[in-house]
Structure formats: C-alpha cells, structure tokens
C-alpha cells in the first residue's frame, strides 16, 4: 500500500517515521520543505503539491494545525481532491470542529472519496507518544475504510477506537482537551490562591497529595519545578488555545451552555495575547501568576526576577 502524509511537523514527522520503518512507500509534503529533509533521507517521496501526494497513494494523512488548514489542504488550489482517485482514503489527524468534520466528508463522498478524521490523544501527549506507539487515536467514519487502514494506524497508537459516524472522533478529542487542560488551570489558579496567602507551593502540594484532591494534582510538582518557556513544547499553548475555543463552538452548535469551559477559554486567550502562544499550555500559569500578583516559581525562564 502506498501511503501519503502532509503535515511533517511535531507529530507528523514522527508518524511517517514508523510508516518507513514498517516499510510502507510514503510520498510527503509539507509547507516547511526542510521539515521533510529526515524522512526524505529514510526513504520517503517528495510531492510538489497535495494534488501530486493524493494522484499518487490509496491512503492520505493529513497532521495540519486546525479546521483552517485542513479546508485549505482538502478544498484548495492544487489540494488533495484535486488530484484524488476514486477510492482514496483521507485520514486526517487533525482536532477540528465536528460540523466542519461532517462537512468535508460530504463533500469528499462526492468525490469519490472517503474522509476519516482520527484526531489523536495521549496521557503525555507529543512526539514521545508516537514513538512509543502509545496514542490513542478516536476514529469517526466508515468502519469499514478503518479496518483497511488500521494497520497503519497502528504503527504509531495503541488504541484505536471507532466512536461513529463522521464529527464523533472530534467530539471526544475536544471534550478530553477541555477536561484535561481546563483542569490544570484550576490547579493553578488554586495553588495561587495558596501561595497568596503564604504557604510554600511544595508544602502545598504535599498536603494535597494525602486529601481529597490527590488524583488529579499530580503534575504539581512538574508544575512547580520546570519552567513553561524553556519546557519544550510538544504540544503549543496556541493550539490548547483553539482546541478549547473549538470545544466551545461545538457546545454553542448543540445548545449546551459550558459556564466554566467559558473561563478556562479567556485564561488561554489572555495567555495567547501576552506572546505566550508558543509555549506549552502550562504557561497559563504565567498569567495566572501575573494577575494574582504572585510568584509560584523563582524562576519562569523568561528573565524575570
């Protein structure tokens, strides 16, 4: 089988590793030509456009930032239905807004071709988890075109789940982002309030750790010692950012008022707006910090004193 794969960045790149390595032909692109260069030097195929990439292989992956992107890829000039075959499999990694999931599947059955959307998850998420073939992958679409690229799939997860039609793989991709970023920012805005009022931030942590709040404080002390800014970031504060203001739209689309998810979006977007984007969501905690007026950590690598 021929596989295509556009979008070599954090996660992609990794993915199309473990495709070459378990011998499957791979044809890529990606805007960033140089994010290419390893995985040409494995073996992979370069392709001028998507166009190119989708005439060429029976499986397309797409690992793009957002809905945005993926339209542009799928829709646009010189994109992947432009020069898809009738039987392609589209398999897109993306986090999107379910509507626009449904959306593009319609419209790429019309052509001919069937859209699976496979957003994709881990406990630490990042390029460590494809390595270690550890997601977990939440698969919306025919169940029969999964079957036929299970195998591919599996090279880079470990669980694989079909929750339905088209638009249900991104209802559960989005309602864990929200629930496990939206409770970090809780934890922060918590340990500020602790801080505030005098006590250590590893005492804190200690006492919470035997009460009621243990399960779910335990990335504390990571919290506490490491730095968002000089944290490599394996997933950005600004693609957080989208995930939770795409969990908010679904919410908005079905009717579902999401009082705190709400909060939790206007913490990341301050966050966003104060040149944060770049780190890794646990750079809420600057702003938390900043508008409390206290300091959790003596040092946040970013020179402040």
């Known amino acids: 089988m021929k596989v295509g794969f556009v979008g070599t960045g954090n996660m992609g790149n990794g993915m199309v590793r473990k495709l070459l390595r378990a011998g499957y032909e791979t044809v890529i692109n ?4 140089e994010a290419t260069a390893n995985l040409i030097e494995l073996g992979a195929t370069w392709a ?3 166009a190119a990439v989708a005439a060429q292989t029976e499986v397309i992956f797409t ?3 957002g809905p945005a992107e993926v339209d542009e890829a799928l829709l646009g000039e010189g994109g992947i239905l432009e020069g898809a075959r009738e ?3 589209h398999v897109d990694l993306t986090s999107s807004l379910p509507s626009d999931v449904k959306r593009l599947a319609q419209i790429s059955l019309s052509r001919g071709v069937t859209y699976l959307e496979a957003p994709v998850s881990d406990i630490v998420s990042g390029p460590l988890g494809v390595e270690e073939e550890r997601l977990t992958v939440f698969v919306g679409g025919d169940e029969a075109a999964l079957e036929r690229v299970r195998p591919l799939l599996e090279t880079f997860s470990k669980h694989i789940f079909h929750t339905g039609p088209a638009g249900s793989g991104n209802v559960i991709k989005l309602t864990n982002n929200m629930i496990s970023l939206g ?6 805005e918590a340990m500020a309030v602790a801080v505030k009022a005098g006590v250590d931030p590893t005492k804190v942590f200690d006492m919470w750790n035997v009460s009621s709040a243990s399960r779910w404080v335990q990335g504390v ?7 968002p800014s000089t944290t490599p970031p394996t997933f950005t504060l600004q693609l957080s950012a989208k995930d939770i203001g795409c969990c908010l739209e679904m919410s908005r689309e079905l009717g579902v008022p999401m009082t705190v998810g709400s909060a939790v979006s206007q913490v990341f977007t301050r966050t966003v707006a104060k040149g944060y984007g770049s780190l890794n969501p646990g750079a809420t905690l600057l702003t938390i910090e900043e508008e409390a007026g206290v300091r959790i950590r003596q040092n946040d690598g970013i020179g402040r004193a």
Do not use: T
């Open 30 to 33: 990606d805007r960033r030509q």
């Open 48 to 50: 001028e456009n998507l």
């Open 63 to 65: 690992s793009l930032p």
């Open 87 to 89: 039987g392609l499999i």
């Open 183 to 188: 409770s970090v920012v809780l934890i922060q």
């Open 221 to 227: 002390p990571r919290m506490v010692e490491s730095a």
